[in-house]
């Protein structure tokens, strides 16, 4: 069974940084591949940033690009998403994600149906 736990999430003024942290236990599963998603209130929720299991490719949706950074310590078995430049339009539920879907390209690899486990999330707003 996979498991997942966010933390690091908090309040910011528009222009900071943060950094988003998920720790996971992967059980018997061989390594999966692992996204951030976000759902601000009233949207659906919206893949931000993925990395491919094997080949450490990274993905990442248009409105994140150069901002946002995705990286993973094997070693910690911890999922990191590095925030810049955070905007209120980034306010949000962010959420670790793991799974065994398409992960050859990035429509697949930030998209929800991709992932088979989800982290319960952490909150981040952002004020301008």
């Known amino acids: 069974q996979v498991q997942l736990a966010e933390s690091g999430g908090g309040s910011v003024q528009a222009g900071g940084s943060l950094r988003l942290s998920c720790e996971y236990s992967l059980g018997s599963h061989s390594r999966p591949g692992m996204g951030w998603f976000r759902q601000a209130p009233g949207k659906e929720r919206e893949g931000v940033a993925a990395?491919?299991?094997?080949?450490?490719?990274?993905y990442y949706a248009d409105s994140v690009r150069g901002r946002f950074t995705i990286s993973q310590d094997s070693a910690k078995n911890t999922l990191y998403l590095q925030m810049n430049e955070l905007a209120p339009e980034d306010t949000g539920m962010y959420y670790c994600?793991?799974?065994?879907?398409?992960?050859?390209?990035?429509?697949?690899?930030?998209?929800?149906?991709?992932?088979?486990?989800w982290g319960q999330g952490t909150q981040i707003t952002v004020s301008s």
């Open positions: 994600a793991a799974g065994f879907g398409d992960f050859r390209t990035e429509v697949g690899a930030l998209r929800s149906g991709s992932y088979s486990y």
């Open positions: 990395m491919h299991p094997r080949r450490g490719h990274t």
